[in-house]
T-cell receptor, first 107, second 115 residues
Framework: KNEVEQSPQNLTAQEGEFITINCSYSVGISALHWLQQHPGGGIVSLFMLSSGKKKHGRLIATINIQEKHSSLHITASHPRDSAVYICAVSFNNDMRFGAGTRLTVKP | EAGVVQSPRYKIIEKKQPVAFWCNPISGHNTLYWYRQNLGQGPELLIRYENEEAVDDSQLPKDRFSAERLKGVDSTLKIQPAELGDSAVYLC?????????????FGPGTRLTVL
C-alpha cells in the first residue's frame, strides 16, 4: 500500500467551479507538500505545510495532522489550472509522493 | 536566481544503448535527488546525495544505473544498457537540508523514450 493516497485520480471541472483534491497518508510526517506538474514534466511547489492552513491566491491547502489528511482547494477554477496535482510527504529524511490528480478545467 | 537545470529535455534511444542525464542544482543546495516518474504515477526516488556522498541509493537498479556527483555540485545519471521499461521522465531536485529546510525544488525533467 502506498504511503500517500490521493483522490480523485482524475477530475474534470467547468471554469469557475470550486475544486477539492484530497490526500491521505499513513506515516508520521514532518511536512506535507502540494506540487503542480504541467505537461512536459516540470514540477512546481505550491505549498509546504505542517499544520493548519495556507492560502496563495486562489489556492488553499489545509492539513489535519490527527486524521493524516490534507486537502487542496482551488476557487474560481480556470483552464490554466489544468495540470497534475501531486501530494507528497516528508518523513525520516525521505519523501513519498502520491500518484497525482489530473485536473482538467474546461472553458 | 536560476532554478534546477536538466539536460537534455528529451531523449530517444534504442534499447541496449547507453544514455546519460545531467543536472545542475540550485546554487548552494547541498542535497540532490534523482527521481524516476512513470506515466500516471508519482516520482520515485532513485538516489539522494548529501554533498558528494550518496546517502540513499537503495532504489537505484545498480546493474544498469549509475550516478555521480563528484564535486558535490552537478550530477550525472547514467543508464547502460537501456531497456524498454526505462522509458520515463527522470527528474532532478535539490534542497538545502538542515533546520527544517527540506523543501525540494524540481528541474523540468528529461523525458526518455526507449524504442
Amino acid at each position: 500500500k502506498n504511503e500517500v493516497e490521493q483522490s480523485p485520480q482524475n477530475l474534470t471541472a467547468q471554469e469557475g467551479e470550486f475544486i477539492t483534491i484530497n490526500c491521505s497518508y499513513s506515516v508520521g510526517i514532518s511536512a506535507l507538500h502540494w506540487l503542480q506538474q504541467h505537461p512536459g514534466g516540470g514540477i512546481v511547489s505550491l505549498f509546504m505545510l505542517s499544520s493548519g492552513k495556507k492560502k496563495h491566491g486562489r489556492l488553499i491547502a489545509t492539513i489535519n495532522i490527527q486524521e493524516k489528511h490534507s486537502s487542496l482547494h482551488i476557487t474560481a477554477s480556470h483552464p490554466r489550472d489544468s495540470a497534475v496535482y501531486i501530494c507528497a510527504v516528508s518523513f525520516n529524511n525521505d519523501m513519498r509522493f502520491g500518484a497525482g490528480t489530473r485536473l482538467t478545467v474546461k472553458p | 536566481e536560476a532554478g534546477v537545470v536538466q539536460s537534455p529535455r528529451y531523449k530517444i534511444i534504442e534499447k541496449k544503448q547507453p544514455v546519460a542525464f545531467w543536472c545542475n542544482p540550485i546554487s548552494g543546495h547541498n542535497t540532490l535527488y534523482w527521481y524516476r516518474q512513470n506515466l500516471g504515477q508519482g516520482p520515485e526516488l532513485l538516489i539522494r546525495y548529501e554533498n558528494e556522498e550518496a546517502v540513499d541509493d537503495s532504489q537505484l537498479p545498480k546493474d544498469r544505473f549509475s550516478a555521480e556527483r563528484l564535486k558535490g555540485v552537478d550530477s550525472t545519471l547514467k543508464i547502460q544498457p537501456a531497456e524498454l521499461g526505462d522509458s520515463a521522465v527522470y527528474l532532478c531536485a535539490s534542497s538545502l537540508r538542515g533546520q527544517g529546510r527540506d523543501e525540494q525544488f524540481f528541474g523540468p525533467g528529461t523525458r526518455l523514450t526507449v524504442l
